[in-house]
Structure formats: C-alpha cells, structure tokens
C-alpha cells in the first residue's frame, strides 16, 4: 500500500511538474527568434470609380496594416493609418484599433473614398500607408510597441473614367 501510495505521488507529482513546466512555456517572454513585425501594403483602389451625381464621381481607396509574429503572442494590436493627398491637400484617416489573441498574425484595414470629383478634370493624388502596433509576449509582461513602418506611395492621377463618358 505504501508502494502503491508513493507511486501514485510520484506519477501525480510527474504530472503536476509536466503541467506546470508547460504553463511556465507558455508565460516566458519571447526570445531566441521569436518576434513581431509591421508590414504596410501600399494603398490601392479598392471600389469604384462609381457615378455619384451628373458628372461626378468618387473612387474609395484601402490601406492594409498587419503585424505577423513568430510565436502567439497574449495580445497584439495594429492600426492602419491612410495618409492621403488630393490636389495638394493632405489628410489621414485611421483604421479601428484590431487586437488580436490566440493568432500570429493581426491586420486592419483603412479607407478613403475621394468622392465630388468632376468628369473631365484631372487630379492628381498621393496616398501611403503607415502601420502602427504593440504585443504583449504574456498576460504578465510588458506591452512592447513595434517600429512604425510606411508604404511606398501610390502616386497617379484620375481623369475622366468610364462612368463619366
């Protein structure tokens, strides 16, 4: 009785260790290779152009931000921010903040739509995107924000497309 006592303790305490050294894994900030980065696609059209009124119409563009980690981080968060130009006049509009878990990879997406563009004008535009994020490696360690990283440009023009003629 006394074997099988010490036995089922031993096993038990195996087990118990096993358990425990697993959770520990899983708490240890990341090291040895593991890591996030920011990736920031450079913006594109993503709708249109469409006819808003009599010889007007918007085109709506997209700015895709992702951050990709090599292990699963506890949480981790990107925006996605459009810087954008029209004409000389410059703007930005951001994503919602995404926070992600239990993934290695997070993405956010922002749009503008340019929009009262005149058939028959031509404008010129220059648009870049810039991704922003942060992880936490645990539910304990300290939120470590990531190098902020920009696009290239997406620079062009826009005259007269199919819906005005």
């Known amino acids: 009785m006394k074997l099988f006592r010490l036995l089922t303790a031993v096993l038990l305490g195996l087990a118990v260790s096993t358990v425990s050294a697993s959770m520990a894994s899983a708490s240890v900030p990341p090291s040895g290779g593991q890591s996030c980065s920011l990736s920031a696609s450079r913006p594109f059209v993503s709708s249109g152009p469409t006819k808003t009124s009599v010889g007007k119409y918007a085109f709506t563009v997209e700015a895709v931000a992702q951050m990709d980690c090599s292990?699963?981080?506890?949480?981790?968060?990107v925006t996605s921010i459009l810087h954008y130009s029209t004409e000389g006049a410059s703007a930005a509009t951001r994503s919602s903040t995404v926070t992600c878990a239990n993934h290695t990879y997070c993405t956010a997406n922002a749009f503008y739509t340019r929009?009262?563009?005149?058939?028959?004008?031509?404008?010129?535009?220059?648009?870049?995107?810039?991704?922003?994020?942060?992880?936490?490696?645990?539910?304990?360690?300290?939120?470590?924000?990531?190098?902020?990283?920009?696009?290239?440009?997406?620079?062009?023009?826009?005259?007269?497309?199919?819906?005005?003629?």
């Not at 292990?71 to 968060?77: A, D, N, Q, R, T």
């Not at 942060?134 to 497309?161: D, E, I, K, L, M």
């Open 71 to 77: 292990f699963i981080p506890y949480s981790f968060s």
């Open 115 to 165: 929009s009262g563009l005149q058939c028959g004008f031509t404008y010129y535009y220059d648009d870049y995107t810039q991704a922003t994020g942060w992880y936490r490696a645990t539910s304990t360690s300290s939120q470590v924000s990531v190098s902020s990283v920009t696009s290239s440009h997406a620079a062009g023009s826009s005259y007269n497309p199919s819906v005005c003629r």
